[in-house]
């Protein structure tokens, strides 16, 4: 979990969202991945979807048995379908998403008595560590934007950039 949270800050220093995961096969890490929806200009660059991409591509199948993702927050609806898809064994979760997981929170796609396969969950490794990242995140966030708007605001009110008397 700990590269995973390094993937995270890859993200988080583009300006992403700091959600990171690596997958391992046979006790090797064999791929990387951290978000980059707003770098990329792609809804699908999850960080879940970059990493198994990759992995697919080191193992030269679109199969990953044998797999476990380590991913700092809980997978949405469409990165829990593609941990099926590709038929990763198990996945690691840092910490929970109770707006949009799918992988337990809002719902629970990884183990759906209908589907083909189902993926083993673990939930809450280094969670406090994962959560406080994001919870970070989301608070700068919010504050440069509300700078952003008084800038706005200042700038509408003296558009001449005289200085105020």
């Given at each position: 979990m700990k590269e995973a949270i390094r993937q995270a800050k890859k993200a988080e220093a583009l300006e992403e969202v700091p959600i990171g995961c690596v997958i391992v096969?046979?006790?090797k890490i064999i791929a990387r991945g951290y978000n980059r929806r707003n770098t990329d200009k792609n809804t699908l660059s999850h960080a879940e979807l970059n990493a198994i991409r990759k992995a697919s591509k080191k193992l030269?199948?679109?199969r990953l048995e044998g797999c476990t993702m380590?991913?700092?927050l809980e997978p949405c609806q469409m990165c829990s379908?593609?941990?099926v898809q590709s038929r990763i064994d198990e996945v690691v979760i840092g910490c929970m998403n109770a707006k949009a997981g799918c992988a337990g929170?809002?719902?629970n796609l990884l183990q759906v008595d209908g589907f083909n396969h189902q993926v083993k969950i673990i939930q809450g490794?280094?969670?406090e560590e994962c959560s406080s990242m994001l919870s970070e995140f989301f608070r700068k966030l919010r504050e440069k934007?509300?700078?952003?708007k008084a800038a706005l605001k200042a700038a509408q009110e003296n558009p001449e950039g005289e200085p105020e008397q």
């Amino acid at each position: 979990m700990k590269e995973a949270i390094r993937q995270a800050k890859k993200a988080e220093a583009l300006e992403e969202v700091p959600i990171g995961c690596v997958i391992v096969h046979e006790g090797k890490i064999i791929a990387r991945g951290y978000n980059r929806r707003n770098t990329d200009k792609n809804t699908l660059s999850h960080a879940e979807l970059n990493a198994i991409r990759k992995a697919s591509k080191k193992l030269g199948d679109w199969r990953l048995e044998g797999c476990t993702m380590y991913v700092t927050l809980e997978p949405c609806q469409m990165c829990s379908g593609a941990l099926v898809q590709s038929r990763i064994d198990e996945v690691v979760i840092g910490c929970m998403n109770a707006k949009a997981g799918c992988a337990g929170s809002v719902m629970n796609l990884l183990q759906v008595d209908g589907f083909n396969h189902q993926v083993k969950i673990i939930q809450g490794v280094l969670e406090e560590e994962c959560s406080s990242m994001l919870s970070e995140f989301f608070r700068k966030l919010r504050e440069k934007k509300k700078q952003e708007k008084a800038a706005l605001k200042a700038a509408q009110e003296n558009p001449e950039g005289e200085p105020e008397q």
